[in-house]
Nanobody, 121 residues
Framework: QVQLVESGGGLVQAGGSLRLSCAAS????????MAWYRQAPGKERELVAV???????KYADSVKGRFTISRDNAKNTVYLQMNSLKPEDTAVYYC???????????????WGQGTQVTVSS
């Protein structure tokens, strides 16, 4: 069994910063891509940023230049540094990881429980 545990959400004023963390634990052989998604009220879940096992990154246009995704492979953890936050960044943020199980060798997609980010104007 694998778990993703997120932390770091909260309430911040526009222009402020937050750092999200997501740690994977359990029956992990290896982790491929890790990503952050978000879902605002009444909207579909959208990709915010993704990082490959080798460190290649990709961002949604709406966050380019403001958000930075990174990972610590030794800690099985992915981070999202969010700067210059805007009210439209308000959403529940979810981490996602493609993890190869040490139990059966198959690769599965796992999700964190979500963490609320609220940006006030």
């Amino acid at each position: 069994q694998v778990q993703l545990v997120e932390s770091g959400g909260g309430l911040v004023q526009a222009g402020g910063s937050l750092r999200l963390s997501c740690a994977a634990s359990g029956s992990i052989f290896s982790i491929n891509a890790m990503a952050w998604y978000r879902q605002a009220p009444g909207k579909e879940r959208e990709l915010v940023a993704v990082i490959s096992s080798g460190g290649r990154v990709k961002y949604a246009d709406s966050v380019k230049g403001r958000f930075t995704i990174s990972r610590d492979n030794a800690k099985n953890t992915v981070y999202l540094q969010m700067n210059s936050l805007k009210p439209e960044d308000t959403a529940v943020y979810y981490c996602n990881a493609e993890i190869r199980s040490s139990s059966d060798g198959f690769t599965y997609s796992y999700w964190g429980q979500g963490t609320q980010v609220t940006v006030s104007s």
